[in-house]
């Protein structure tokens, strides 16, 4: 007998928080865990590693790998072979029979690597060196300088996996034309690990408690568990990149999420029939909990103009 978690058909980050907010209950009863993801028809970078995250952490909860049943859509799955989930899934999940490994350029930025120590790190940043001249120059029209901050930043993001979580992450990105929502070119990063976490990483030097306060402290502060001058400040540098190319930051970590998102895309979901938020930073509290840290960046086309929202119409 088994428990069965559906994925929803759009695998991004809100069906990761709708599946964060079945563990509890799911992996109470003890029972072997299926993670059916049949009907997924489209996945995001960081939905193929939050469902890598997820069967991690049920593993840690149950002691029992869970099990995955792969997309139907051809598309969708030969885009995860073609990313390389599979050999990343074997080591999380019971999947059923042989999964078809990867042939041929996958088109992305960063197909999906595991994450355990410095090397790893050099690796990312190595691998994603052509791919960030070719796909953030050609396709988003950053410049020479941009794509060495980009990759600098990537640095940044992976080596807190390895500082601060004291556990496997991932990292993975791709670009995408968001045509209905944006009618322009993004690129989505998304950097995750089933660690310690911001408050119990920063709990030892830092007085705030709770999972957003620890977030606040470090994003928006600067604050670091280390006692060394200048530490710290490595995600508000994160963070001042993205807002000089006009992009949006999303770091969750424990039950909450710290938000730095950009005017484009708060018109957006206004646009979409939600309130626009007139503050870049968001703040949000109360989630379901979740272990370590899940990172999402979406960086705009840098030479296409954006869509008006409501109130710039």
């Known amino acids: 007998m088994s428990r069965v978690l559906s994925v929803s058909p759009e695998l991004d980050h809100q069906a990761f928080e709708a599946l964060v907010a079945e563990l509890p209950d799911a992996t109470r009863s003890g029972v072997s865990i299926l993670?059916?993801?049949?009907?997924?028809?489209?996945?995001?970078?960081?939905?193929?590693?939050?469902?890598?995250?997820?069967?991690?952490?049920?593993?840690?909860?149950?002691?029992?790998?869970?099990?995955?049943?792969?997309?139907?859509?051809?598309?969708?799955?030969?885009?995860?072979?073609?990313?390389?989930?599979?050999?990343?899934?074997?080591?999380?999940?019971?999947?059923?029979?042989?999964?078809?490994?990867?042939?041929?350029?996958?088109?992305a930025l960063i197909e999906i690597t595991s994450i355990r120590s410095n090397e790893d790190v050099h690796a990312v940043v190595k691998k994603v060196g052509e791919g960030a001249r070719r796909i953030l120059q050609g396709r988003l029209g950053y410049s020479k300088a941009s794509v060495i901050h980009f990759s600098i930043m990537l640095s940044e993001v992976c080596q807190n996996i390895v500082e601060h979580a004291?556990?496997?992450?991932?990292?993975?990105?791709?670009?995408?034309?968001?045509?209905?929502?944006?009618?322009?070119?993004?690129?989505?990063?998304?950097?995750?690990?089933?660690?310690?976490?911001?408050?119990?990483?920063?709990?030892a030097r830092n007085a705030s408690t709770g999972s957003a306060a620890a977030l606040e402290a470090a994003v928006l502060r600067g604050e670091s568990r280390?006692?060394?001058?200048?530490?710290?400040?490595?995600?508000?540098?994160?963070?001042?990149?993205?807002?000089?190319?006009?992009?949006?930051?999303?770091?969750?970590?424990?039950?909450?999420?710290?938000?730095?998102?950009?005017?484009w895309e708060r018109r957006l979901a206004a646009g979409a029939g939600g309130e626009y938020a007139p503050d870049r930073v968001s703040v949000k509290t109360g989630l379901p909990p979740f272990p370590g840290a899940q990172v999402m960046i979406v960086l705009p086309a840098a030479e296409e103009s954006i869509t008006p929202g409501p109130e710039a119409a």
């Not at 997820?54 to 073609?82: A, D, F, H, W």
């Not at 944006?182 to 709990?203: H, K, N, P, T, Y």
């Not at 060394?228 to 963070?239: E, F, K, M, S, T």
Request: with cysteine; proline share 4%.
């Open 35 to 107: 993670f059916d993801a049949s009907a997924v028809t489209w996945v995001s970078p960081y939905g193929l590693i939050g469902l890598l995250a997820l069967g991690r952490e049920v593993e840690q909860r149950t002691g029992k790998r869970p099990m995955l049943e792969p997309p139907r859509n051809r598309e969708v799955s030969g885009y995860m072979e073609r990313m390389e989930f599979w050999p990343a899934a074997q080591n999380v999940f019971q999947l059923p029979g042989k999964q078809a490994r990867r042939h041929g350029d996958s088109g």
């Open 166 to 203: 004291g556990s496997l992450g991932w990292a993975c990105a791709q670009t995408y034309r968001w045509q209905r929502r944006l009618g322009r070119e993004v690129a989505v990063l998304a950097v995750m690990d089933v660690g310690i976490g911001f408050e119990q990483s920063l709990g």
């Open 226 to 263: 280390f006692k060394d001058r200048g530490r710290g400040h490595g995600l508000q540098a994160i963070r001042r990149q993205v807002l000089e190319w006009h992009g949006s930051l999303r770091i969750r970590s424990g039950a909450a999420m710290v938000g730095d998102i950009a005017e």
